[in-house]
């Protein structure tokens, strides 16, 4: 009984996330590592897994403690305020954006009690989720402010190398504002020792620079002499075995060389065009800075595929393994 449970939330009905949940829970493996609770409507996992032709139970819940944990039998938990619901594949509904957030809220009550020790989330539609009402930014923002949490961050997985970013969902024009010395190593710090908690005593860290040519001594901008080059040298004085900035066209080619073991970005797009071009199964996003990790698709809702039984459930498997990971 030492497995860590995690919660695994449906995301959004209309998109892939209950099918790519059940895929992804007949591996039998995964209940040697983890005990799975899905967070969901019954009766949609019920009507995916028809879809999918799977032998599979569903048996829904009233509590934790009624979960079973085993394998071809799925534990389903229903948040008390989630109505049974009607679903129309491939379709946004402020409906089923509400019934996401509401996973996601029953999921982050049960691990700010202590009783989860971790969440996976399948993919949210942001568009829904604003129709239903819900003025965040993004879910790590609804995530943080359930729980009371300040500071909470992503990280982006692609196999072996792990990133995080400065600048998350803001205009283009304001990341410039973000990198200082401070923040710099802020991130520094927060990948250093996520990297020693999943068993990697000596990480190697790269640092990129925001502009190009890493500013050329100034030249097309003073972010790498003003902050990011003392940023690194803060770090490298606490320890941490950092270096940069590293231009930003070379370093993720350096990194996946095998190279360094992580690499924080200064915004968004600098970290995720690298690493949606790797393969699905390698890559995923790890929200941290709550009361538990939790791993999410770093692709999002799929509603062109939705109830055709396609899709590709290693990128949701990726999320769960490394939400395991840290979970433990």
Not at 169 to 183: M, P
């Amino acid at each position: 009984m030492n497995r860590p449970i995690i919660a695994i939330t449906m995301g959004d009905a209309a998109g892939v996330g209950p099918e790519v949940t059940i895929k992804t829970l007949q591996d039998e493996t995964l209940y040697e590592r983890c005990r799975p609770l899905c967070i969901a409507d019954s009766g949609v996992m019920a009507s995916t897994i028809a879809m999918l032709g799977y032998k599979v139970g569903v048996r829904e819940i009233a509590s934790l403690d009624d979960a079973e944990f085993r394998p071809g039998l799925l534990d389903v938990l229903r948040p008390p305020e989630l109505e049974p619901l009607q679903v129309e594949r491939g379709r946004v509904s402020a409906a089923l954006g509400r019934a996401s957030a509401l996973c996601i809220q029953e999921a982050f009550r049960l691990a700010s009690a202590g009783k989860v020790q971790g969440v996976t989330s399948a993919p949210m539609n942001k568009e829904a989720f604003h129709l239903a009402g819900y003025d965040y930014p993004d879910e790590m923002e609804y995530m943080a402010d359930l729980t009371g949490c300040q500071g909470a961050y992503s990280l982006g997985v692609m196999d072996r190398v792990w990133t995080v970013r400065i600048a998350e969902h803001v205009a283009f024009r304001e990341i410039a504002d973000l990198i200082t010395r401070e923040s710099v190593l802020w991130y520094i710090e927060q990948l250093d020792g996520i990297l020693k908690r999943i068993g990697r005593p000596h990480p190697h860290l790269a640092v990129a620079a925001l502009n190009v040519h890493a500013g050329e001594g100034g030249i097309y901008g003073r972010e790498e002499i003003d902050h990011i080059r003392p940023g690194i040298e803060d770090a490298r004085a606490r320890g941490i075995d950092a270096v940069g900035p590293v231009p930003a066209d070379s370093v993720f080619v350096r990194a996946l060389a095998g190279e360094f073991d992580g690499v924080v970005g200064m915004y968004h797009d600098q970290v995720n065009i690298p690493r949606k071009l790797q393969p699905m199964g390698e890559r995923a996003t790890i929200f941290m800075g709550l009361p538990v990790p939790c791993g999410t698709t770093a692709h999002g809702t799929a509603f062109d595929i939705a109830g055709q039984g396609i899709a590709d459930p290693s990128g949701f498997r990726a999320a769960l393994v490394r939400t395991i990971d840290l979970a433990q």
